[in-house]
């Protein structure tokens, strides 16, 4: 099995909203991986998303992409945790909503399609509300976050059999603890003490 690229984005997390969240990878260790590191790899990622803006993404629009995708770990995390939402979180997620309204425009032809959005700040919208939409219904009870302390991704696990986050790294280094402790914990066990001398 090949070395998991750690700049590669993933699109395996169950929602646009939170593959937005794992642009940023490792987010609670020492040296996070960031990989909207340019503009134009905002501009792949949205692309990837289908939802490339008429307007190419600036440093303007990255720093705004920052922005959100972190104001919305912190409301994910509370989700997940079943913890208030931080009120700080949710009052810029709302000015943010508030500064980008947007009419539903859709488009006839192979398959039903919104129209594109104007600027990336107008398709970063189109994320958000998917995250209120789904942190403020029942698919909230779907949402799961990676054990890994230095991970904490937030994914959608409907079964709720999954236990790490779709990286391999997680699952692969949690695994490896599990079995060392297994291990650490049968060796004790089988350790007897010393016998005692009869005086």
């Not at 700040?121 to 799961?144: E, Y």
Request: hydrophobic content about 35%; overall charge positive.
């Amino acid at each position: 099995m090949g070395k998991e690229d750690a700049l590669a984005f993933r699109f395996d997390c169950g929602a646009v909203w939170l593959n937005l969240l794992a642009t940023r990878g490792r987010t609670f260790s020492p040296n996070p991986v960031e990989r909207l590191s340019t503009p134009e790899r905002f501009a792949e990622w949205l692309k990837r998303c289908e939802l490339s803006p008429v307007r190419a993404p600036d440093h303007d629009d990255l720093d705004q992409a920052r922005r959100l995708r972190e104001t919305l770990r912190l409301l994910a995390l509370a989700a997940v945790d079943e913890r208030p939402p931080p009120a700080d979180a949710v009052a810029e997620l709302d000015a943010f909503l508030t500064g980008h309204p947007e009419q539903i425009r859709l488009r006839t032809g192979d398959r039903l399609r919104r129209e594109p959005p104007a600027t990336a700040g107008a398709a970063l919208a189109r994320i958000a509300r998917q995250a209120v939409d789904h942190l403020t219904g029942a698919d909230r009870h779907a949402l799961k976050c990676c054990p890994e302390h230095d991970c904490r991704g937030v994914f959608v696990d409907p079964a709720g059999r999954r236990r790490w986050c779709p990286s391999p790294a997680c699952a692969s280094r949690g695994r490896v603890r599990a079995l060392r402790a297994r291990r650490g914990a049968s060796t004790s066990d089988t350790e007897s003490p010393a016998p005692r001398r009869e005086q």
